[in-house]
């Protein structure tokens, strides 16, 4: 070889190495600066007793328990006993009764909107945010979850649904029908969002709506149930445990840990599990008894059984497999847990109540302020204390968890000391709560935010007058029948931030021969006339499908009726959709009213994409 190939061959030699290098250093950087993905997983009504980790032998639950193996599983996690206030100190480290949530409808499960929420931090540190299932911290502007901060929303904003196979959902404010069993459905767009931004860091809050009733399953999950002769019972509540009801919870299970499954083997097959935390917990306990460890209560109640929650958190190579956590720890941790996790400085509007876990996650090691915190579980005037050792019951007793998580043994004898120091705490959120939550919710329901496109003004959140009543005394996906007099009337107080232009959906049955009605929709000075021309009358939807008879309504397939364009002025007014003329027996029954802003609709579809 002469001087010159010599030469030239030397010099592309060591351009290759420099490319190589450059690449490799870039590959590196990249994997470096790029943050750790979040799917959090949150299900409804769920026991800590209802998977197989936790030694139910009713149940194989191989996904969920693989989380443990793969991850870290916190023994002592304390959600609240109801599903909205759970909801909220996740979104938000923060205790409930702060923001406004004291109740799970009518308007008291929405969140201040002053109030931080973990998406929005997210979202600020440059994360694709979603959100899939079941949101129950308000409907309209700006308590949507599309202005708290996720870019994309699927599911439904109410309490409890009526229908899970194939019902009508939300998607970014848009009413649509699903797409097969509802939490297959919710997966499938989550999984849809992990693929569309495994290149960048993401945030899903994959809500799961069951076991919360009505008792619905697929039937290749209920086939493996319906059968089965149960192997433990409700130690508490044995003669009043319904097999079938207890089986048709499991059936459910069963679908929930198919699909935490799914997402486990999305990441996988994106090859993304390595960078992502997955966490898996329930909001609160078992809304009937069944097998749940013994321990005392159930959902609505602050005891062990109705606030311990199964919590498991998995990040490969940075949370060491197996391990078993005793520290006590709170959803309002995860918000501060997570943040530091992924290196996200945040601040917010007000001080959190939650503490990052993740140096004792990550790194095993506790701190004083963990050692000694002081952990509340309180709905209205049920307020329970729990420490690292102790349980002070709302009912005054004094329990030593950590040899009694059944609350057998009252030892407030044993340790008056730390009984006074817990009644003491006990006595101050009382106060606390009361200051915060006043007697009666003056709130009104927004209509017409300038950030949003439509407006859900449902039959849940109205009062009827004279002889309409709601279809269930639970309101979250009720609707409004018996309406037979002009003197009837349907409410809503509502505010108006800025005048709009609207068209308006009303969505309706009315059986064959009472067609004909008219009424009117009066939003302050405005006045919008309708009439039923069309009679629709399906059957009430759910019982074929429940595997045990519910408590909530039914549902029924609505149609909508369009009553035109209004002009709302700003301000704040008692909207009433009230009947002018029923020539026969009754008006109609009422589910909701949709509003569609039509100017600025354009630009507004702009930013919300």
């Keep these: 070889m002469n001087t010159n190939k010599k030469q030239l061959f030397l010099t592309c030699f060591v351009y290759l190495l420099f490319f190589c290098f450059g690449c490799a250093k870039q590959k590196a950087s990249n994997e470096i600066e790029k943050k750790p993905n979040v799917i959090v997983i949150m299900t409804d009504d769920m026991a800590w007793g209802d998977i ?20 870290a599983s916190l023994s002592n996690f304390y959600v609240q006993q109801v599903c909205s206030p759970t909801r909220a100190e996740f979104l938000t480290g923060r205790y409930s009764h702060k923001m406004g949530v004291y109740d799970t409808s009518e308007g008291a499960e929405r969140m201040n909107v ?8 997210f979202k600020a540190a440059g994360y694709k945010t979603g959100m899939y299932g079941k949101w129950h911290n308000g409907m309209q502007y700006p308590y949507h979850p599309n202005a708290r901060g996720f870019e994309d929303f699927y599911g439904f904003c109410s309490g409890h649904w009526g229908n899970y196979f194939a019902p009508m959902l939300e998607d970014n404010g848009k009413i649509v029908k699903g797409n097969g069993f509802i939490v297959d459905d919710f997966t499938d767009h989550a999984m849809k969002f992990m693929e569309e931004n495994k290149e960048e860091p993401f945030f899903i809050y994959l809500a799961i709506n069951t076991p919360h009733t009505p008792l619905q399953a697929p039937h290749k999950n209920w086939n493996n149930f319906k059968d089965k002769p149960l192997k433990m019972f409700s130690e508490t509540h044995k003669k009043k445990e319904k097999p079938q009801k207890t089986n048709a919870a499991l059936a459910m299970v069963e679908n929930i840990d198919y699909n935490v499954g799914r997402i486990n083997d999305k990441l996988e097959a994106l090859d993304i599990k390595d960078e992502t935390i997955v966490i898996f917990f329930s909001d609160n306990g078992p809304a009937f008894y069944r097998w749940n460890g013994g ?7 602050p005891d062990e059984g109705g606030v311990l929650s199964p919590f498991f958190i998995q990040w490969p190579n940075r949370i060491k497999g197996g391990e078993v956590v005793n520290q006590i720890a709170s959803v309002t941790d995860l918000l501060p847990t997570l943040a530091e996790m992924c290196e996200i400085p945040y601040a917010t509007n007000h001080k ?4 990052s876990l993740n140096g004792l996650l990550t790194k095993g090691e506790s701190s004083k302020s963990l ?11 049920k307020i329970s204390i729990r420490n690292q050792k ?10 030593d968890i950590e040899k009694d998580r059944k609350q057998l043994v009252d030892v407030s004898d044993q340790f008056p000391d730390v009984k006074k120091e817990l009644v003491a705490h006990q006595e101050r959120y009382a106060k606390e709560i009361k200051e915060y ?14 950030d949003a496109i439509f407006t859900q003004i449902p039959a849940r959140d109205a009062k009827p007058h004279g002889n309409i009543k709601r279809s269930n005394r639970w309101p979250n996906c009720s609707f409004m029948q018996d309406w037979t007099s002009i003197n009837d009337s349907i409410t809503w107080d509502v505010s108006v931030p800025s005048k709009g232009k609207y068209n308006v959906k009303l969505y309706y049955t009315c059986p064959e021969g009472d067609e004909g009605s008219e009424f009117s929709l009066t939003i302050g000075e405005s006045v919008l006339d309708g009439k039923i021309v069309e009679a629709w009358d399906p059957p009430l939807q759910g019982a074929d499908k429940d595997l045990y008879p519910r408590i909530e309504s039914y549902v029924k397939d609505f149609k909508t009726l ?5 002009n709302i002025e700003k301000g704040d007014f008692r909207m009433t959709l009230k009947a002018t003329k029923i020539p026969n027996k009754k008006v109609m029954d009422f589910r909701m009213l949709l509003f569609e802003r039509l100017d600025k609709k354009e630009d507004l579809s702009m930013t919300l994409k």
Excluded: C, W
């Excluded at 959190?352 to 503490?355: A, E, H, P, Q």
């Design 52 to 71: 197989s980790y936790n030694g139910n032998k009713n149940i194989n639950t191989p996904r969920i328990d693989q989380l443990s193996k793969e991850g």
């Design 114 to 121: 002053d109030e931080t929420t973990i998406a929005e931090v």
């Design 295 to 301: 321990m005392k209560g159930k959902k609505g109640r």
């Design 352 to 355: 959190l109540d939650g503490m």
């Design 371 to 381: 050692e000694d915190r002081i952990i509340l579980n309180q709905f209205y005037n």
């Design 390 to 399: 102790f349980r002070l019951a709302f009912t005054g007793e004094l329990y």
């Design 437 to 450: 939550n006043p007697s009666e919710d003056k709130r009104p329901f927004i209509l017409g935010h300038p």
């Design 562 to 566: 369009d009553l035109g364009e209004i």
